[in-house]
Every structure is written in C-alpha cells, then in structure tokens.
C-alpha cells in the first residue's frame, strides 16, 4: 500500500472515536443485563491485554537503546505514544477495585493465602505497582526529550517486569487460589513485550517512517518474542503433566481436556506461539509491509484470544465468546489509538 493509499489522520481519528465511544457504551450497557459477573471479567480480560501491551510499547525502545541499538529511532515515536494508555489502564484497575465484589473469586472468602488475597491489598499493590511504572515511563519521556534517559531506561526496563510479573501472579494466578506457578508472572510479562512489539510491527507496517530494515527488525524481534513466550509457556506446563500434582494441573484440565476449551487452546498453539515462525521465517516477508503487517494483525488478534483463554476457562467450563468481550475490545483499541494519535501530535508525551 502506498502512502497516498493510506487513510488520512482524520479518518483514523473518526474510526477510534467510533470504536471508542461505541465499544464502551455496548459495555455499559450489557453490565445491566444478566451475567453480570461475566461482563465484568470482560473488563479484567481488556485490561489484561491492553494494559501490557500499551506499556510495553513504551518500555520497547528503552529495550533496544540499553542494548546499544540505533536501529529504531525512525520508528521510536510510534510505540512511545503508547504512554498516552497509562491514565485508562489505572481507571480500568480502579474499576475492577470497585466492582470486584461482582466478579472476583476473593470477596468474602478467606482463602489459605490469608491477608495476600484481601482485595484491599491486592489491587492496593497492583495501583501502586502500576502508578510507579506509568510514572517512571513519563519521567523517562521527558528525559528523552532532552537526548538523556539512558539510566532511567534500565530501569524503566526492571519496573516493568516486576510490576507485570506482579500483576499476572494477582489477576491471573490468583484467579484461581488454588493453583499454583512460579512462572505464571514471567510468562505474563514476556507475553506482554511480545504483543507490544507485535503491535509495533502492525504500526510500523502503515507508517513511511519505517523502511524495509526497520520492518526487518521488528519482525525478527516478533520472531524471538513468540519463541519466548512459547517456552515459557511449555516450561511450566510440562512440570504439570509429568507430575500430576492436583494443585498444579487445575490449569491445564479445563484448557486441555474440557471439549469447548480444546480447539481453543490448539488454535493458540497454531497461531500465536509458532504462526511468527512459520510466517515470517522468509526475509522477504519481514521486509514487507503488506506481509509483516498481516502477520502482525493476526498474532495480535490471537494474543487477545490467549487473555481470553486464561481468564474464563477458570470461571466457565462454556466456552462463551460474544459482545461482552468484544465490545471493550472495540472500545480499548479506540481508547489506545486516541491517545496515540494525540501523543504523537504532541511529541510522544502527554
């Protein structure tokens, strides 16, 4: 496509406004209807996905300039913008605060875990741990701005991972108090760096900024990310069936072995965790916009299905997919590509 093809900025700024303003009011509305509790973790499975996704697009290029890379100051402006999710992600977290008595597994209960799983300290520790990451990222932005952040980009690094390792061990793993990962935060924010540079890649695709050696990198990077990801994945899925222990396969039973989850969790395996490898393995088709661009848009559509897949099967032996998820989809990725669009105008900071 060429650039006189692509849509203007006016007609992106409609079509986010649209899906923004749309998307949340469906949401608004189906929160009165009869599965309350379902709309709800719709919520909890968005923020899951966009929340990650928008601050590793962020944490991306402080990646790449602490390994000493050059290669993505043409492009850099295009994930940086991304800051512009940090006020919608801490209001999507407060909501979830507030209405966690409808959907959460921990109201009332006194779990094992004892004070760990109050939802006054869990999401407590996850505001916090969320307020310091955004915070950190805008002081980072600002030191760019300046031709500085070196340091504060190793750390904005370090902050990340700690605070979305933290964050998959309380919405994810903890959703389930009985069962039990070490890797379950690793994985959650590997997961998280692999949807941001997929997302980036997607990006990058449509913009003029990126030639055919930044499209290259990006799909590289989009390579190694879905491989770490899938190890990771395997690395603590394997434990669980050569060990059989009860507290462990409660994740695996209702993804693996229940008939409604199982095509769900092939998909998963086809497109997401070993689709970049297969699709983008031919230089040419990193190196193509067209190409690197579809590939892109499919593995992200498919990590929102792998958040999906980790939240419901929990709560739902049905597997149900229909407006109550897809309608925050709709309205998160409006959200996101308003801030972006505003963010870029602006600079890349708010």
């Known amino acids: 496509m060429s650039t006189s093809d692509r849509p203007s900025t006016k007609s992106w700024l409609v079509l986010w406004m649209v899906?923004?303003?749309?998307?949340?009011?469906?949401?608004l509305y189906l929160l009165n209807r009869a599965d309350e509790a379902r709309v709800w973790r719709a919520l909890?499975?968005?923020?899951?996905?966009?929340?990650?996704l928008s601050a590793g697009l962020v944490v991306w290029p402080a990646?790449?300039?602490?390994?000493?890379?050059?290669w993505h100051h043409p492009v850099e402006r295009l994930a940086s913008s991304a800051i512009a999710f940090g006020l919608p992600s801490l209001v999507t977290l407060l909501m979830l605060w507030w209405g966690s008595a409808r959907w959460s597994p921990w109201n009332g209960v006194n779990h094992h875990q004892g004070a760990w799983l109050h939802p006054g300290f869990l999401f407590g520790r996850d505001l916090a741990a969320l307020?310091?990451?955004?915070?950190?990222?805008?002081?980072?932005?600002?030191?760019?701005?300046?031709?500085?952040?070196a340091r504060s980009?190793?750390?904005?690094?370090?902050?990340y991972c700690l605070a979305f390792s933290l964050i998959g061990f309380d919405l994810v793993m903890a959703l389930d108090p009985l069962w039990h990962s070490n890797l379950a935060g690793g994985y959650?924010?590997?997961s998280g760096l692999y949807g941001a540079m997929?997302?980036?890649?997607l990006i990058s695709s449509w913009r003029p900024e990126a030639g055919p050696d930044q499209l290259h990198d990006l799909g590289k990077l989009t390579v190694a990310f879905s491989l770490m990801?899938?190890?990771?994945?395997?690395?603590?899925?394997?434990?669980?069936?050569?060990?059989?222990l009860p507290r462990e396969i409660r994740f695996l039973v209702p993804r693996m072995h229940m008939s409604e989850w199982r095509p769900f969790s092939f998909f998963l395996v086809g497109l997401v965790y070993f689709g970049p490898l297969v699709l983008l393995l031919p230089i040419r088709t990193k190196r193509s916009r067209a190409s690197l661009g579809t590939v892109a848009f499919l593995v992200l559509c498919g990590l929102w299905l792998e958040r999906w897949w980790l939240v419901a099967p929990t709560f739902d032996p049905t597997a149900r997919l229909g407006l109550a998820e897809l309608s925050l989809a709709a309205g998160f990725t409006g959200i996101l590509g308003l801030g972006m669009l505003r963010a870029r105008k602006s600079g890349g900071t708010l």
């Open 198 to 201: 997929t997302c980036w890649a």
């Open 19 to 27: 899906l923004a303003v749309a998307g949340c009011a469906l949401w």
């Open 188 to 190: 959650f924010f590997i």
């Open 44 to 52: 909890l499975v968005n923020f899951l996905f966009f929340t990650p």
């Open 63 to 70: 990646i790449v300039a602490t390994c000493q890379g050059k």
């Open 229 to 244: 990801t899938t190890y990771l994945m395997y690395a603590h899925l394997l434990p669980y069936w050569y060990e059989n």
């Open 131 to 149: 307020l310091l990451f955004w915070g950190l990222a805008l002081y980072h932005l600002r030191l760019k701005q300046k031709g500085e952040g």
């Open 153 to 159: 980009g190793a750390v904005l690094v370090l902050v």
